[in-house]
């Protein structure tokens, strides 16, 4: 259990570098581009935007390539070495002093993303023994769920009140106590006796495993259109104070509490069904969210459902890869974590053009209904795709 909960932090700690950036994107705005935020502050937060798209972009690059070489690596070492690379990471994101040279350190931060949920949720899938790989990365992405709902709106606060480096700097100090809690609790496991870089590789070979990725980088992008531009949404269209955007993550953190639990266990039992559900809840979500976040208790009733919706596709979009993977579970656990960071990117993108062009603070919600459409319709196509080649090749083909 202590080796668990030792894995999950690492989640709590990722949860933190990743979305800390979003409850504090006007005070970034503020201290990086100063003058931009002088002229325009909507300009300026839009541009700040591109600093989580710079993350996001990290975690893509990183997932695969650290998946590939890390092959034959214990996966005990491979985890405390993804610590300390996120540690460094994000102390240089917390000093660095102009806004072009903080996109690079929040780039080179978010390289050992993918790799760690990778690594850790087959990790914790292996101390929890066979018929649980849903579930065990359901454990590591609770650190997520944690995250959103104590320590991104408390480290926000802080943001707000001491500035945001210093919030950075904390949140690298999680860092060293997830790799000292590891160190000490967490078994050796060996990696995959066949885990090869050519073996892991193989796996983006498989027209299937870009289908689904494609699903989870699309579909996925309409919660991070939503939650990048929570912030202002709760400022400048609900009408609260600054004080307030805190309380509305953890409304998004308890929403993604809810929904990854339950994720990780229908997920186990069938998992294009879970899937199916986890897309067509989350386009009502959404919908209801740019419709009734205008008001107080519409901006936290949607933001909690626009959260356990997102995050209950997380186990299940993740077990579909590694089923679509296989002999390449490392590869197929970190292209999940490619696919929601290319979704991170893609929602903060097209979210920040929806508001450069003049749109409003709720036009990204409006996006990102759209993007869960193409998102569901992907998904359908793949299991459509995958129940024919098992049809031809029964015996041999997953899908």
Same mark, same amino acid.
């Given at each position: 259990?202590?080796?668990?909960?030792?894995?999950?932090?690492?989640?709590?700690?990722?949860?933190?570098?990743?979305?800390?950036?979003?409850?504090?994107?006007?005070?970034?705005?503020?201290?990086?581009?100063?003058?931009?935020?002088?002229?325009?502050?909507?300009?300026?937060?839009?541009?700040?935007?591109?600093?989580?798209?710079?993350?996001?972009?990290?975690?893509?690059?990183?997932?695969?390539?650290?998946?590939?070489?890390?092959?034959?690596?214990?996966?005990?070492?491979?985890?405390?070495?993804?610590?300390?690379?996120?540690?460094?990471?994000?102390?240089?994101?917390?000093?660095?002093?102009?806004?072009?040279?903080?996109?690079?350190?929040?780039?080179?931060?978010?390289?050992?993303?993918?790799?760690?949920?990778?690594?850790?949720?087959?990790?914790?899938?292996?101390?929890?023994?066979?018929?649980?790989?849903?579930?065990?990365? %359901?454990?590591?992405? !609770?650190?997520? $769920?944690? &995250?959103? @709902? =104590?320590?991104? /709106?408390?480290?926000?606060?802080? #943001?707000?009140?001491?500035?945001?480096?210093?919030?950075?700097?904390?949140?690298?100090?999680?860092?060293?106590?997830?790799?000292?809690?590891?160190?000490?609790?967490?078994?050796?496991?060996?990696?995959?006796?066949?885990?090869?870089?050519?073996?892991?590789?193989?796996?983006?070979?498989?027209?299937?495993?870009?289908?689904?990725?494609?699903?989870?980088?699309?579909?996925?992008?309409?919660?991070?259109?939503?939650?990048?531009?929570?912030?202002?949404?709760?400022?400048?269209?609900?009408?609260?104070?600054?004080?307030?955007?805190?309380?509305?993550?953890?409304?998004?953190?308890?929403?993604?509490?809810?929904?990854?639990?339950?994720?990780?266990?229908?997920?186990?039992?069938?998992?294009?069904?879970?899937?199916?559900?986890?897309?067509? %809840?989350?386009?009502? !979500?959404?919908? $209801?969210? &740019?419709? @009734? =976040?205008?008001? /107080?208790?519409?901006?936290?009733? #949607?933001?909690?459902?626009?959260?356990?919706?997102?995050?209950?596709?997380?186990?299940?979009?993740?077990?579909?890869?590694?089923?679509?993977?296989?002999?390449?579970?490392?590869?197929?656990?970190?292209?999940?974590?490619?696919?929601?960071?290319?979704?991170?990117?893609?929602?903060?993108?097209?979210?920040?053009?929806?508001?450069?062009?003049?749109?409003?603070?709720?036009?990204?919600?409006?996006?990102?209904?759209?993007?869960?459409?193409?998102?569901?319709?992907?998904?359908?196509?793949?299991?459509?795709?995958?129940?024919?080649?098992?049809?031809?090749?029964?015996?041999?083909?997953?899908?």
């Amino acid at each position: 259990m202590a080796a668990l909960v030792a894995l999950a932090l690492g989640g709590v700690a990722i949860g933190l570098t990743e979305f800390v950036a979003m409850g504090l994107l006007p005070d970034i705005a503020r201290g990086l581009l100063p003058q931009e935020y002088a002229q325009s502050s909507s300009n300026a937060v839009a541009r700040a935007g591109w600093m989580i798209t710079a993350y996001a972009l990290g975690v893509v690059v990183g997932a695969p390539l650290i998946a590939a070489l890390s092959a034959r690596l214990p996966r005990k070492k491979l985890v405390l070495g993804l610590l300390a690379l996120f540690a460094v990471g994000t102390v240089a994101s917390a000093i660095a002093p102009t806004f072009d040279l903080v996109m690079v350190a929040r780039f080179a931060a978010a390289l050992p993303h993918g790799a760690y949920f990778g690594a850790a949720g087959l990790l914790a899938a292996t101390l929890m023994g066979p018929g649980n790989e849903a579930r065990g990365f %359901a454990i590591v992405l !609770s650190g997520l $769920t944690v &995250s959103n @709902v =104590a320590g991104v /709106p408390l480290i926000t606060r802080l #943001g707000q009140a001491a500035g945001w480096r210093l919030a950075y700097l904390v949140i690298a100090g999680v860092f060293v106590l997830t790799l000292l809690a590891v160190l000490a609790v967490v078994p050796e496991v060996a990696a995959a006796v066949d885990g090869s870089p050519a073996a892991e590789l193989r796996a983006l070979r498989t027209s299937q495993v870009w289908l689904v990725a494609a699903t989870g980088a699309i579909g996925f992008a309409g919660f991070f259109a939503v939650n990048t531009y929570i912030a202002p949404v709760t400022t400048d269209v609900t009408g609260l104070s600054a004080a307030t955007v805190p309380w509305a993550l953890v409304a998004v953190g308890l929403g993604m509490t809810v929904g990854n639990a339950l994720g990780g266990w229908l997920a186990d039992r069938d998992l294009r069904r879970s899937m199916v559900i986890g897309f067509v %809840a989350m386009i009502v !979500s959404i919908t $209801t969210f &740019s419709l @009734v =976040a205008s008001s /107080p208790v519409g901006l936290f009733v #949607g933001a909690f459902l626009v959260g356990a919706t997102s995050l209950y596709l997380g186990p299940v979009l993740q077990a579909r890869l590694i089923t679509v993977a296989p002999g390449a579970q490392l590869m197929g656990a970190a292209l999940n974590q490619s696919a929601m960071n290319i979704a991170n990117s893609l929602g903060a993108a097209l979210g920040s053009v929806a508001i450069a062009a003049g749109l409003g603070y709720l036009a990204p919600a409006r996006v990102g209904i759209v993007l869960a459409v193409v998102g569901l319709a992907l998904g359908v196509v793949s299991f459509a795709v995958g129940r024919r080649e098992r049809e031809r090749t029964p015996a041999t083909v997953a899908g």
